[in-house]
């Protein structure tokens, strides 16, 4: 009996896969607190492909030990494992770090500055920063974002929960991306 040829053992004859396509946005969260919301966060940049996400100051890691792990994993739900992320303990270096390799920062708030989301043209490729769920973005690095970026509230509360935001955000780049502009 003969073995099949697994992918990628060199005996298939098909071509070698191209590496996957992805949103070109990475996504930035300043001290970001909740595990569910790290998990959930997780899960959103696996739904929409993004580059990778970047967890700055207390933002939990699943890298932390088993409870941060299963806390993430519990509504990342493997994302976990297949979104590219890294750890930079201070945001202010994270957003330098994406500006300076070309990435187009924007903060989505609730600032007097932002403009509409529905509004706003990216410049592509995208860096998105979102806050602490209570706080937002920090002060010392909102202020060197030139771009605020906010969702349309129409009811009584003014914000959504952050993970919540970053789905509608980015779900929207990845429609824009898809069905205005032709494709990744």
Known sequence: MSASPSVGSGGSSAPPSA???????IVVLDNVRSLYN????????DGCAVEKLVLCGITPRPDQGSR??????????GAETSVPWEYVPD???????????????AAVENSPQAIDLYEWTPAWPVCLVFGHETDGVAGE????IDTHVRIPM?????SLNVASAAAVVLYELLRRRLHVEGGL
Do not use: M
């Open 19 to 25: 590496p996957p396509l992805r949103l070109p946005v």
């Open 38 to 45: 790290t998990g959930a966060f997780f899960r959103t940049a």
């Open 68 to 77: 941060q792990r299963r806390g993430i994993a519990k509504t990342a739900l």
């Open 91 to 105: 945001t202010a270096t994270a957003v330098a770090a994406a500006a300076a390799s070309g990435y187009h920062v």
């Open 141 to 144: 690095v909102a202020s060197r």
């Open 154 to 158: 129409l009811g009584e509360k003014r």
